[in-house]
C-alpha cells in the first residue's frame, strides 16, 4: 500500500472498451501518474499495462527495448497502434503510439518530455469534456 499511486482523476471500476468516455480517464491517469513520477523524481519511467505478458526479459542485452534504453539516445519509446505484424521497412507515423507499453526519460530534454506529457494529459481532458 505504501508504495502505490492513488488515482488522481476520476477512478473507473470496470472494465471499458474502446469509444467509452471512460477509457479517457484510464488514459488520463496513466498520463498524469506518468507525468507526476518524471516531474517530481527525475526518474526514467517504463510503462506497461498489466495486461501485458512478455515471454522473455524485455531489458536484456541483445533484446531490442533494453538495448534501445541503454543506449541514452531516446528520449520516448513506444509501442505502434497495429492489429498485424507491419511491413518489411515499416515507418511509425510517430503519433506517439500505444499508452499501454512506453518508456520516456526525461534526463536529457526534461522540458519537452514534460511539455509532451502536459499536452497529452490537457488533449485528453479537452476530448472527456467534447464528449
Known sequence: RDRALPVL????????????????????????????????TGLDVMFTDCDNVFLQDPFRIGVSLGDLIRAKKYDY?????????????????GDGGNTGFFYASPARKALQIQHLFDVVVKRVDAAIKEK
Open 9 to 40: 482523476g476520476t477512478k473507473v471500476k470496470e472494465m471499458v472498451g474502446w469509444g467509452n468516455t471512460k477509457l479517457d480517464y484510464v488514459g488520463w491517469n496513466k498520463m498524469m501518474n506518468v507525468w507526476l513520477i518524471m516531474n517530481l
Open 77 to 93: 519509446i513506444y509501442q505502434p497502434e497495429l492489429n498485424k505484424h507491419p511491413p518489411k521497412g515499416y515507418k511509425s507515423p
